[in-house]
């Protein structure tokens, strides 16, 4: 296998795994794994992805709980 079949978030957008996880948990629940104010105050996903595009520690968490709540399906 190449890393690319390897790698669960292989050809998943940033908002494709942002959608997914707040159709799932919704902001409020999201709010709650990931402390983070984009996620509590107004959320959006517009303001959420410019928050996460630019801040490396944030995106990685989003990306761990994507991968477990795939992991978990």
């Known amino acids: ?13 940033l908002e494709q795994i942002l959608t997914a996880l707040v159709a799932h948990y919704q902001w409020e629940g999201l709010a709650q794994r990931i402390d983070i104010r984009c ?23 989003v990306e761990r709980l994507y ?5 978990g399906r």
């Open 1 to 13: 296998m190449t890393a690319a079949n390897t790698n669960p978030l292989h050809g998943v957008t």
């Open 39 to 61: 996620f509590k105050s107004d959320p959006s996903i517009k303001s959420s992805l410019t928050f996460l595009r630019k801040t490396p520690w944030a995106r990685e968490k």
């Open 67 to 71: 991968v477990n709540l795939q992991r």
